[in-house]
């Protein structure tokens, strides 16, 4: 007779399998959101599929659906996770008004008590605007130890609907191909804590991987764009930082599926509920550029702008930036290290403006310190203040670069600062001559912006240079603070003041760590950002009409021509050999000369488009256009097109044209125009319908060609 213990387990180990297979194989939960559809596992409440207009956006199995997922560490095992994908029981309630969905307890990754337990509570809703869905999420923490680390939304089981090569993720700062850049080929013997199928993204500034909070998964044909309704810092953390500047990705080694985490960076403490920011999904047809409108319209919904962007800077290429010394230029009064004096200033605007730049930034112009006086070496004040007259009446704005956040010794002992951490000294004389470890003339502090002294200080000087007609100024190192009195508090008194005394003044700074408060108190940036061929910011420029944003250029011909038809700011400052940035003249490198010439002429030529259509990438295109750049840009009744041949040599670019959702009044024929990078007209002709294949022959390696649409009546 068999033994009634044995005989019970075996019944019990019977049911758990069976329960296993009935969870397996049970139907999921389906809803239907603005047209996305929506997949639930009933048992764990983690989702298994996504899917809008023929597209399968993420499709999980049960055991790897998930939603909401926590850090819990505490217990002995300190990696344990609490989640949707290790969780049973969940409610899941679908009505007219969306989906909840509710977990009384958040299952554990592993079987160690969670001390009470954590729920959570995921609602998913129809967006007003008739295409989005809304995301949020509470966390309540009813057990005894305290959470750091929530990741809403969990979205396991994504997949690359548009292909591997296909698929693209994009962000306001690259567009990377994530189901091929993360594949691993092969075990190269990486550590596997450290491997390559893992990324990192983060948000807050434009040097950021991903600038901001904004991202879209998806091809041509469409796809989705993510982001949270959070302006400026966002919720901080314990340690002051922005909680919500991270998202993680991982492509599964096992099936090719990639998981999107984005990442809170919060502290729940017992007895304490978390509510998540709303995440608006948008799915979509076509390119990002129709993703990404939910994120523009908020953007402009919060920049708050105090001063519209000056007409000036909509009507140039970018600005030069003018080095008028190196450091320690005082330092040895036989042989000062200037590069430029103040009468050459006009010299130099009229270069500028015979290539299409009506700003110049002076670096160096006075001794590095609260800015109150000229450096006697470059010229007296006299000279400075007719050079600056001079370049005015050639069209051409001085804007004075002024570092005062990091203060150099002695000045920081003033305000009680004496650690001396900073240290920015360079020279050409140096070796090497970034920052050499034995040097002692650049050390400093970085200043505390709430320090009243410093605050009163930097003010003071600041509205004694627009008192005397200097109302134009780039700051270095913008690195906001979420309290005042901060930099904010600086730039609304010296703006304010330099508007009422020149209403086409300029305010410029380095952007660090807050792209929201740039885009409402900055006209562009100066930051070192540099030019590669993979730099992808045309997301960015959308969303953010100001400020422009900045790529320094030395002599790249190619560099200039890219981002001028990307739409960025170009700062350009040609160097003579072994030299300091901006000691050139453009003259002096005649392909450089030649680039900038030939975008002026375009931009002058299409300004209507270029100032105020809406660029779109290559989102005009129903295909990828191969070895070719193609961005288009969009007026309620007209696109221009400008593509540039990226390939090795002279080829046809041909164009898979799809006009249909950026012409207002949807013409049934269209009149297309070409042109060639000297703005000549080549040809005209007429277009049925929105979509069709536009061919451009010969086109030379690295040349424009420019296309207008506009409906035929």
């Known amino acids: 007779m068999m033994n009634r213990a044995f005989c019970t387990a075996l019944c019990t180990l019977v049911l758990h399998v069976c329960s296993l297979h009935a969870t397996a ?88 008590s969670t001390n009470g337990p954590v729920a959570a509570t995921v609602t998913i809703k129809p967006a007003a605007d008739g295409r989005s869905i809304n995301l949020s999420a509470t966390v309540s923490n009813q057990s005894a130890l305290p959470i750091p680390q929530v990741l809403f939304p969990d979205l396991d089981g994504l997949q690359p609907f548009a292909g591997e090569d296909g698929t693209e993720l994009r962000t306001c700062g690259f567009a990377k191909k994530p189901f091929l850049e993360l594949k691993m080929a092969e075990d190269d013997g990486r550590w596997y804590a450290s491997r390559r199928n893992w990324l990192d993204l983060q948000s807050g500034a434009y040097d950021k991987s991903m600038a901001a909070r904004w991202l879209d998964l998806g091809s041509l044909q469409g796809g989705f764009s993510l982001f949270p309704r959070l302006w400026s810092w966002g919720p901080l953390n314990d340690a002051g930082e922005p909680a919500t500047n991270h998202v993680l990705l991982h492509l599964s080694q096992l099936d090719g599926s990639l998981r999107l985490m984005c990442e809170h960076r919060v502290t729940i403490d017992p007895g304490e509920t978390w509510t998540s920011p709303d995440y608006v999904l948008t799915p979509h047809r076509q390119g990002w550029a129709k993703g990404i409108e939910p994120f523009r319209a908020w953007i402009a919904e919060n920049v708050q702008r105090p001063y519209p962007l000056p007409d000036q800077l909509r009507e140039t290429l970018g600005f030069r930036t003018v080095w008028m010394a190196q450091q320690y230029a005082n330092a040895d009064p036989a042989d000062p290290t200037v590069v430029w004096r103040f009468n050459d200033l006009p010299e130099l605007a009229g270069e500028c403006r015979d290539h299409g730049l009506n700003e110049m930034v002076l670096w160096l112009w006075q001794p590095w310190e609260v800015p109150d006086r000229h450096s006697p070496e470059l010229g007296t004040a006299e000279e400075f203040v007719r050079a600056r007259d001079e370049c005015r009446a050639n069209g051409v704005n001085v804007s004075l670069f002024v570092s005062v956040m990091t203060m150099l010794d002695p000045i920081p002992a003033k305000y009680g600062w004496t650690d001396a951490a900073e240290f920015w000294g360079y020279h050409t004389d140096y070796v090497p001559m970034l920052r050499p470890y034995y040097g ?274």
């Not at 300091?580 to 030939?598: M, V, Y």
Request: net charge negative; glycine share 6%; proline share 6%.
């Open 440 to 713: 002692k003339a650049s050390r400093g502090s970085f200043a505390d912006q709430s320090h009243p002294g410093w605050q009163s200080d930097v003010t003071g000087s600041l509205l004694k240079l627009v008192e005397n007609d200097w109302t134009s100024i780039t700051w270095d190192q913008a690195r906001y603070a979420p309290n005042e009195p901060n930099i904010e508090t600086i730039f609304r008194k010296v703006r304010t003041a330099a508007k009422a005394r020149n209403p086409e003044s300029t305010f410029a700074a380095e952007d660090l760590n807050n792209l929201d408060l740039d885009s409402r108190w900055l006209d562009y940036t100066w930051n070192w950002a540099l030019f590669s061929e993979d730099l992808d910011w045309r997301a960015l420029v959308n969303a953010y009409p100001a400020p422009r944003f900045n790529v320094n250029v030395g002599t790249s011909p190619r560099a200039v021509k890219r981002l001028f038809m990307d739409h960025l700011f170009l700062n350009v400052m040609p160097s003579k050999p072994e030299g300091i940035n901006g000691s050139a003249r453009i003259a002096d490198f005649p392909e450089l000369s030649r680039a900038l010439k030939t975008c002026a002429t375009l931009h002058e030529k299409f300004r209507n488009h270029f100032e105020n259509g809406l660029p779109i990438g290559d989102c005009i295109l129903s295909e990828p256009c191969a070895n070719a750049r193609v961005n288009a840009y969009v007026l309620p009744e007209s696109v221009l097109v400008i593509v540039m041949n990226t390939g090795a040599k002279k080829s046809a670019v041909t164009l898979s044209m799809d006009v249909r959702s950026w012409l207002a009044s949807q013409p049934e024929h269209c009149t297309v125009t070409t042109f060639d990078e000297s703005g000549s007209q080549r040809s005209e002709r007429n277009r049925h319908g929105t979509s069709w294949r536009e061919s451009i022959s010969g086109l030379q390696r690295g040349e424009f060609a420019l296309l207008t649409i506009d409906p035929r009546m």
């Open 25 to 112: 194989s049970e139907p999921a939960i389906q809803a239907e959101l603005n047209g996305l559809r929506i997949a639930i596992d009933p048992d764990s409440g983690g989702l298994r599929e996504l899917a809008y207009n023929g597209m399968t956006f993420l499709k999980a199995a049960p055991a790897n659906a998930s939603l909401i997922d926590a850090a819990y560490p505490g217990t002995a095992f300190d990696p344990l996770r609490v989640g949707t994908r290790h969780s049973r029981g969940a409610r899941v309630d679908v009505s007219n008004e969306g989906v909840v969905i509710a977990w009384d307890a958040l299952g554990a990754s592993r079987e160690f």
